[in-house]
């Protein structure tokens, strides 16, 4: 990955066996499985590995030339400190503006865009997710049929809502998280709400006067199972399907306008990773990014504890050292966050991460970070904050998949972006997720999962140019509802996982 390195990756299909012979005269001692490091040179014990001239590890003992380098054979770095960093000192970004791409989108009251236009039933308390389940499978065999220009109808379904510390500062993550979950641009501005009626998150703490725009002269439309009018399951379901038609109706009206790809919020994240991450699909991702901001658009990067150990390289391209401070900030409260559990970033680090190549967390974070391009870094956003202005932003949020595609989500992301090397189906209801395989291997075998195969520039097949710009009219292409994602074909998505780092009672 860079000319300093000591180690580099072997791409072949199925690895290579002991006694191959690498161009530069290097004879394998080891079978080197596919995706994982082959020492380039002799090193010592104790001496440093270098992969992106980043040093992952330190020989536990001296590494022959040709040999098999594993997180076994290697001692992970400490953290860097969170001092001292350099703050807004990388060269101004001349990048040339990009115009003239639009996508078909739905323009909102706010000022907002929906790539799709999706009817959501916001809950107050994970008790009413089987009654919100059934009332929505209703609402689309009876009432979706009669509004063929609404998208979809989904349950915002959480574990969250009572039996928690509701008045502890943490819970205010969960709760924003939530609340601006409800006003995601592909819902249109419709706010419906089911409760239960005792549960310590009630509507109105949820949704407080103000925290959403409402029609003229309505109240917040919620349905509260509890309600006196309510005799039997029946009187339930009536009720929500009741509530949902004038939403419906208002949506159905909707219809796509021409708007400037500057309107795409798009969401990044990787899972499954492997060693191809870095190499293939997180670069296409980095370099697509940066044609997004010069677009106009707004990108946000997140997973705070394998962008950690790549520290330095975000707050350099901090556009202010207040920005910078920012970032710092997120990840000194990770790491406490972290300690409180007697945890540490090692635990990040996945057995499919490891069999995929990954050592431990250093090595991954170099490769994660690539998926932020180059542009500079305009915004931080804590856990369950909303976006406030366009740019690359650092959304901090925890690494798992799930709980960092609901906190994108709750910023605002219209369109997610999702690489993967071992592979997994993820989707997510609310917003399209386009898929993007890290090998050829992968996105030959879930040739009906993956939506782009970046496996393509290990193969020698495109750049990762190409990829890039691949990825970036693919995105057009999505957003303007001219082509569906494979998780969309196949109706496959993700449960909202909110993340609470306050006690449960």
């Known amino acids: 990955m860079h000319i300093a390195d000591n180690v580099a990756i072997v791409v072949n299909d199925g690895g290579l066996p002991a006694g191959s012979i690498l161009p530069d005269g290097v004879t394998l001692v080891d079978r080197v499985p596919q995706g994982h490091k082959v020492a380039l040179t002799a090193i010592a014990k104790d001496a440093v590995v270098l992969r992106y001239d980043v040093p992952i590890g330190y020989a536990l003992k001296d590494i022959p030339a040709g040999a098999w380098v594993h997180e076994r054979l290697l001692q992970m770095p400490e ?8 703050k807004a000192t990388a060269p101004a970004w001349n990048a040339e503006p990009l115009t003239g791409f639009t996508f078909e989108g739905y323009r909102n009251a706010d000022g907002s865009v929906g790539t799709r236009n999706i009817l959501a039933i916001t809950t107050t308390v994970q008790c009413v997710a089987g009654v919100v389940d059934f009332a929505v499978q209703r609402i689309k065999e009876q009432l979706l049929p009669r ?83 309510h005799v039997g399951f029946m009187s339930m379901i009536d009720s929500v399907l009741a509530s949902a038609v004038p939403h419906l109706e208002r949506l159905n009206a909707r219809r796509r306008e021409t708007v400037p790809a500057s309107e795409l919020v798009v969401g990044v994240q990787c899972g499954g990773s492997d060693a191809f991450s870095g190499v293939t699909a997180n670069p296409a991702v980095g370099y697509c990014t940066d044609l997004l901001i010069r677009a106009g658009a707004t990108v946000m990067f997140s997973e705070t504890t394998e962008v950690r150990d790549a ?50 967390i250093v090595e991954k974070a170099m490769g994660s970070i690539i998926k932020s391009g180059t542009a500079p870094i305009s915004g931080v956003l804590s856990p369950g904050e909303r976006l406030q202005h366009k740019g690359l ?112 009672t």
């Open 393 to 504: 932003h650092y959304a901090a949020t925890p690494a798992s998949d799930f709980i960092c595609g609901t906190l994108q989500l709750a910023a605002g992301m219209n369109l997610h972006v999702f690489t993967t090397g071992r592979g997994t189906p993820y989707g997510l209801a609310e917003v399209p997720v386009i898929k993007v395989a890290t090998r050829t291997d992968l996105a030959r075998r879930w040739h009906d999962l993956m939506d782009v195969n970046a496996g393509r520039i290990a193969d020698g097949e495109a750049t990762i140019e190409d990829m890039g710009w691949e990825l970036f009219r693919l995105m057009l292409e999505v957003a303007s509802g001219r082509k569906k994602t494979w998780a969309e074909h196949w109706k496959l998505h993700n449960s909202l996982v909110l993340f609470n780092p306050a006690p449960i």
């Open 147 to 229: 509004y063929p220009n609404v998208d979809d109808v989904i349950g915002l379904e959480h574990s969250y809502g009572c039996g928690v510390a509701i008045d502890a500062p943490d819970a205010i993550i969960p709760i924003r998280t939530l609340r601006n979950i409800s006003k995601n641009p592909n819902f249109g501005g419709e706010v419906m709400v089911v409760s239960l009626g005792c549960e310590k998150l009630q509507p109105e703490r949820l949704l407080p006067p103000g925290s959403i725009p409402l029609q003229a002269n309505e109240a917040l439309d919620v349905v509260c199972l509890q309600a006196d009018k």
């Open 311 to 360: 520290i330095e390289q975000m707050t350099v391209r901090a556009t202010s050292p207040e920005i910078a401070d920012a970032m710092a900030r997120e990840m000194a409260w990770y790491d406490a966050y972290l300690g409180r559990g007697q945890a540490d970033r090692s635990a990040n680090t996945t057995p499919g991460n490891k069999a995929g190549g990954l050592s431990n």
């Open 79 to 86: 953290a860097r400190a969170l001092d001292n960093l350099p």
